[in-house]
Each structure stands twice: as C-alpha cells, then as structure tokens.
C-alpha cells in the first residue's frame, strides 16, 4: 500500500496479509526487498505482519528494525 504525506513523500505501508503467494517465505523475502528499496529511495515504510506493526519511518535503525521482524517471523510458532 502507497500513502502520500502533506510534504510530497511517499509512505509504505508493507503488509504482509496483502500478499498472495501461499509460501510464507516467498512473501518474506518481497517485504524485505521492498524495505531494501524503500530505505534505498529515502522513502517512509512500515511493516504489517501477523500481530507485528512497524509504522513508516526511515533510516538505518528502522531498516534494521523491519529486517530483524522479518527474519524471527514465525520462528515461535512454527509458521515456516
């Protein structure tokens, strides 16, 4: 989902249950490679997942932030 602020710059909003590709690795890897280009483009993004919000932000911290949410998804519960 693209938002746009009141300054011109776009927003992300990268929510995994939009995604339709069955494999929960599949959908992990296109949510990191949108936070990879996001951050790339100085743009603001977010994360949705399962019971996880990351609201848009930028700058490495909140890309280390989005990365680490995606790579412990699921480790708990067994969804991968």
């Known amino acids: 989902m693209k938002e ?6 776009e927003l992300h909003l990268f929510d995994f249950a939009q995604l339709t590709d069955p ?3 599949a959908r992990l890897s296109q949510l990191a490679r949108w936070v990879v ?3 790339a483009h100085a743009e ?3 994360v949705a997942l399962p019971g ?3 609201r848009p932000d930028r700058g490495p ?5 989005c990365l680490a949410a995606l790579a412990v998804f699921g480790i708990d ?3 991968r």
């Open 23 to 25: 494999d929960t690795e």
């Open 44 to 46: 603001r993004y977010g």
């Open 77 to 79: 519960d067994g969804r």
């Open 4 to 9: 746009y602020s009141p300054s011109g710059s």
């Open 37 to 39: 280009d996001a951050e």
């Open 52 to 54: 996880v919000l990351l």
């Open 61 to 65: 911290e909140h890309r280390h932030r």
